[in-house]
């Protein structure tokens, strides 16, 4: 018996899957939803480094309109600074249109919560140090 009429090239392997709509379908009519790979980010290109815990972000968001975005800023200074804790600059919050007073007011509900530490002077930009909700400092 000879094999080699057998084998499938490139070709024969690619007919065999044919994505229809949003469903992924092989010959024999069964489907599957169509896996879409995500965005990578380019050479140069801004990415917010992660993982962030949903817990952590899910108690942040919570903190005031803008909460997420103060959240995700938090986290992509923390990756861009590659340190914490993060100086949270006017050039950092105008990434995502966050006014540095409403910043303030929202790092302070999220100290409150126990999700960060601040540490602010008079004229400079707030020093923020995330920590994860149980290991943040008891205060009596």
Not at 14 to 32: C, H, M, P, Q, Y
Not at 66 to 84: D, I
Not at 88 to 109: D, F, M, N
């Amino acid at each position: 018996m000879n094999l080699e009429s057998f084998t499938a090239g490139p070709s024969d392997v690619a007919a065999l899957f044919t994505v229809r709509g949003e469903r992924r379908v092989d010959k024999s009519g069964k489907g599957k939803p169509a896996s879409v790979p995500l965005p990578k980010h380019g050479p140069g290109e801004r990415f917010i480094r992660g993982p962030i815990p949903l817990a952590w972000f899910k108690l942040a968001s919570g903190c005031g309109r803008q909460a997420a975005a103060v959240a995700v800023l938090l986290w992509y200074a923390a990756g861009y600074q590659r340190r914490n804790p993060v100086k949270l600059t006017p050039q950092v919050l105008a990434e995502l249109s966050v006014h540095p007073k409403t910043a303030r007011r929202i790092l302070g509900v999220m100290a409150d919560r126990g999700l960060v530490l601040v540490e602010t002077k008079r004229g400079r930009s707030p020093m923020v140090t995330i920590v994860s909700p149980e290991s943040a400092p008891v205060a009596d």
